[in-house]
Structure formats: structure tokens, C-alpha cells
């Protein structure tokens, strides 16, 4: 398609597709690149640490025109997972976002269901759809396409909904008749997410330090976890949620979230149990959940941590038979465990 031939589709009718398709939050933003400095100050920082995928594709992550030639629109998508409490009293050691089904498949089914309609107004119509693992920046263009603003943790923070949300994008190579604008930033004075964060994981406001950050060892760490950030896990075995939690912009009433990404079984089990789980045990529950990025063997590891943090004495027997665990990163673990809860 040539320029003098891209169709102009209306971004009223863009929305309403999305909305009616399962998307509450829906953004538009010209197809221009994004400014490279913070990615690059992040990336020569070492914010990083291990997440080796963030160093490649960078013109593609910074200029929608090189993953798709001719693009003129970034579409901006989000669905909410609301406050997934349980309805048993249980305090869930999962992060919100991961103890139901995996939302990339929720971002997945929808779009290709979106796709289809963008069709129907542009038969010609060419994308690239991306669902946080391809190259694109979805949380800068999130904040460009007004769907909310980068908060002082690092989240994309929408006045209506909170952070409590998932995010995908699709870049088109038509153009709407009208873009939205760049939503302002709203945390004003507030830093009550930089204090809340157990391990200090903010070096300045808005930038995470991966090294440093719960949420990253816990989920994307494959290798042994520091001694100093595992002893600050406490009930914490996939995720964290503490900068969210203690944002005001979470303590409204917040919507409901995806039904079928509602909590299931090992999504409310507690350290103890799932340090406990077979192989086959957690091959059988963790299926179609986030949990299956970790693998067996990092989540029984995060969860011995977790017991060792909160000095679980309970747990003691079951920490001392995984210390002759076949595994390497769960029998260390279970020995770091055990060893705290027998310091003094």
C-alpha cells in the first residue's frame, strides 16, 4: 500500500471494536519512534541484569516503521485482572496478574478476533501485534497513546482502572482520523511505591534496577538468587506487588477482572505446598498459567526461599528433605532455608 493510497479509518469505530472485543482500555498514537535515551540509559546501567533479549531488535524496539515499513498507527490495548482476591481468607504468594490463565493468551484470542475487524474496514490492512514478548516498547507507547502514564514504579498507571492491568499492541499501516493524546504524568509528590519496595529496586523514579527487583528473580532468574534479595522475599514466591499495591491509584473500587483469569488452585497454594509439588504435580497445574516461565525447579526454589525469609519453622522437615533434592538450585536453596531458621 502507498502512502497516497493509505486509507484514513475512524478511530471512534477502532475503539469500539476493541472495547466490544474485550479490550475496557484502548489507545491510538501516530507511528512515530520513540526517544532512544531512556532504553539506552537503562540498558548501559545494567538495570537489565540477565534480561539479555532487552540488548537486541533495538531499532525495532524504538521505531514502529522498522518492524512494520509503512506504519502510521500504534494501537495500544489493555485488559485489566482486577484485585483477584480469594474468597477463603487465603493471602496468595502469586502476584496478582499470574494466578490464572496466562493473559497473554487472553491478548492473543482477542486480537486475532480484532484483527479480522480492522479488516473489514481496510481489506489491505498489514500489522504486527506484539503481547509484551516481541520489539516493542508497549508500556512508552501505553503512556504516548493515553491509555495511562509511567508511574513512579515503572507501571503504566491509568486514573480509572489502577495498575491492576495487561498490555498488548498492534502497529498498522493505516492511519485513524484522530490520534489521542499523551497522557500526563499524575504521581506529583507521591513516592509511597520507592519506599514501600522491599529491596529498593529504584534508583530514580520511574526506573527499575532488575538486579534488585523481586519480581525479576523470581520470575525471569533461572540461575541462583543473592542471599540479600532472597532474605526479603517473605511471602513471595512468583511476582511482587508491593509497589502496586500501595499505590492510591489502586485503593478505588477496581473492575473485575478476566474470568478466565481467575485464580486457580496453585495460584493460591502457599510456600510450604509448593515447594512440596512433584514434577507431575506441577506440570498438571501450572499449565496455561505465567507460572510455567519459571519452570518446576525455579518455582520450588523461590518457594524455599520464601519459607527461609519468613523463617517458616513449620516447614522445617519438609526444607530438610529437599536439601538432598536432585536439583541444585532448589537443594541450595532448601540449605539456605534451613540455615535461617536455625540462626540464634
Not at 21 to 47: K, Q
Not at 120 to 129: E, G, T
Request: glycine letters at 8%.
Amino acid at each position: 500500500m502507498s502512502p497516497a493510497d493509505s486509507p484514513i479509518v475512524s478511530s471512534s469505530a477502532v475503539k469500539q471494536a476493541a472495547r466490544e472485543l474485550g479490550f475496557p482500555l484502548v489507545g491510538l498514537a501516530r507511528a512515530e519512534p520513540l526517544d532512544p535515551a531512556p532504553l539506552r540509559r537503562w540498558l548501559d546501567a545494567g538495570y537489565a541484569a540477565g534480561l539479555a533479549v532487552m540488548r537486541t531488535r533495538l531499532e525495532e524496539r524504538l521505531d514502529p516503521s522498522v518492524i512494520l515499513p509503512g506504519a502510521k498507527t500504534v494501537l495500544v490495548l489493555g485488559i485489566p485482572y482486577g484485585e483477584q482476591k480469594p474468597t477463603d481468607g487465603l493471602q496468595p504468594i502469586i502476584a496478582r496478574y499470574a494466578r490464572g490463565r496466562d493473559y497473554h493468551y487472553a491478548h492473543r484470542d482477542r486480537m486475532r478476533h480484532l484483527r479480522k475487524q480492522l479488516r473489514a474496514f481496510v481489506p489491505s490492512l498489514r500489522d504486527y501485534a506484539c503481547v509484551d514478548a516481541g520489539a516493542a516498547m508497549e508500556k512508552a507507547w501505553a503512556e504516548r497513546a493515553g491509555v495511562g502514564f509511567i508511574g513512579k514504579n515503572g507501571m503504566v498507571i491509568s486514573p480509572r482502572f489502577g495498575s491492576w492491568f495487561t498490555l498488548s499492541l498492534m502497529v498498522l499501516d493505516c492511519e485513524v482520523d484522530q490520534y489521542d493524546e499523551p497522557h500526563p504524568r499524575l504521581c506529583g509528590d507521591c513516592d509511597k511505591c520507592l519506599r514501600a519496595c522491599p529491596t529498593q529496586a529504584f534508583p530514580t523514579p520511574g526506573v527499575v534496577d532488575c538486579r534488585r527487583c523481586l519480581a525479576y528473580h523470581t520470575v525471569e532468574n533461572h540461575e541462583a538468587i543473592p542471599s540479600d534479595i532472597a532474605a526479603r522475599l517473605k511471602t513471595r514466591a512468583f511476582g511482587c506487588d508491593v509497589c502496586q499495591t500501595v499505590c492510591p491509584f489502586n485503593r478505588g473500587e477496581l473492575p473485575e477482572g478476566d474470568p478466565r483469569q481467575a485464580p486457580r488452585p496453585l495460584g493460591l497454594m502457599d510456600a510450604a505446598a509448593i515447594a512440596a509439588l512433584t514434577e507431575e504435580e506441577y506440570d498438571r497445574l501450572s499449565a496455561g498459567t505465567p507460572m510455567r516461565r519459571i519452570r518446576y525447579h525455579g518455582l520450588r526454589r523461590n518457594a524455599c526461599l520464601s519459607l527461609g525469609s519468613t523463617r517458616a519453622r513449620t516447614a522445617e522437615k519438609l526444607l530438610e528433605r529437599l536439601t538432598n533434592d536432585p536439583n541444585d538450585l532448589v537443594r541450595n536453596a532448601a540449605v539456605w532455608a534451613l540455615g535461617r531458621l536455625r540462626e540464634d
